[in-house]
């Protein structure tokens, strides 16, 4: 096995046991992104210089016996929205070709300090307006999409060529190329993780968080990324729990709600089957099952984009009419049409938010966590990117994907994509597992146990045709 095939939980434990240098692992990875990122995509820019410089002080580090913890010589990929001192942080877009931040965002300034390795900058859809990532193709298909916004760290994260993506979810940019591509991707509740240094999308709903090839993974990169920070105005002063302690503990007992409704409309009947298969299988577990009926499910996307529109528009206001020619047109598109939402029809859409967290916030009184499709269905063709239902709707990727995501970012609740299979046409499919606000530990402890119990292939074949030594 080639040290790029590793889970970062693996890897960082052959680390600590000086089994592996924080060297050999970054040049696996950085050989991995020149054999395989021609295909796909996922970064934009390859920092292999700056890596190995990392990772050989981290090398120096545990040698001396400063070993900083699970981080520690991991080489990660840095989705394009995130500050990176000194290194160009363009958002995707070429109205930021020039922007180079003096200082990291937080999250990037606590991964470098736990000793993460930095391989790169990750394609990002356009200032994270998107769920198509149009640079970047999905790994199982390169005719396929990848997802978005977050889908070079998806991408790369599938390809083992970094063993953690940042991302940022508004309306699913992590889960939804989480789902498609077949990694993990884990949306913290709101104010759990600092968003400073981050550019923002829509600030009430912005979330950032990690998509990993493994629960345990997350969990991980979740001890780093979490804390408060006073510099976020949605940051919440919260205790922050080792996640990964109780990954391990039985989920028996543990009452999962099945919906009824909004996450069972216009859905792909092998996504539908996957999810229920996924769904006994926990039962099996010990789960508990318990159906139920989504409160204000045909508000969903009504609320989303009342807020997500106007919010984008009032950042981009001043660039847009100074420089607008030099936004890609669907986004373009997108801030125009928030730039005419009137104040009191935002307004109306913040009130109707807040009754929508309170009532889901309610569910959690007699469950523990919801599951679902995390996409009604599975990565569209490039080309073309629209599904039509059998029904003669035609849906494009923003319509049909937000559907099912958007729900966790209005009520701020904590969200897992899963793998928990594959269609016929040989596309992953994504579990979600939502909870409690700030109750991450239980989301990841179930999606843990489900991991551990199933059994899904987890290279693509664009990289499963470039590995020398198969797993």
Known sequence: MQPFELTLAAA???IRAGVLSPVELTESVLARIDAVDPQITAFSNVTAELAIETAALAEREIAAGRYRGPLHGIPIGVKEIYDMAGVPSTSSSRVRADYLPDEDSVVVAKLRQAGA???GRTQSHEFAYGVVTPQTR???RTDRIAGGSSGGSAAAVAVGACFLGLGSDTAGSIRIPAALCGTVGLKPSYGRVSRTGVTPFAWSLDHAGPLTRSVEDAALAMNVMAGYDPGDPGSVDIPVPDFAADLGREVAGTTAGVPVNLFTEHVDPQIKIAVDAACTRLADLGVRL?????P???EVMATEFG???PEAASFHEQTLREHGDLYTEDVRAALQAGMSVLATDYLA???????FRQQWNALFDEIDILVAPTVPVAAMEAARPEVTWPDGLTEGPVQAYIRFSAPANLAGLPALSVPCGFTDAGLPIGLQIIGRAFDEATVLRVGHAYQSAADWPSWPPVVAAERSVLA
């Open 290 to 294: 318990r159906e139920v009926r989504l």
């Open 138 to 140: 999905n790994p199982w």
């Open 349 to 355: 859409a913040q009130r109707k938010r807040d009754l």
């Open 117 to 119: 390795v930095v391989v």
């Open 12 to 14: 960082a434990r052959q």
């Open 307 to 309: 807020i997500l529109q």
């Open 296 to 298: 204000m499910a045909d």
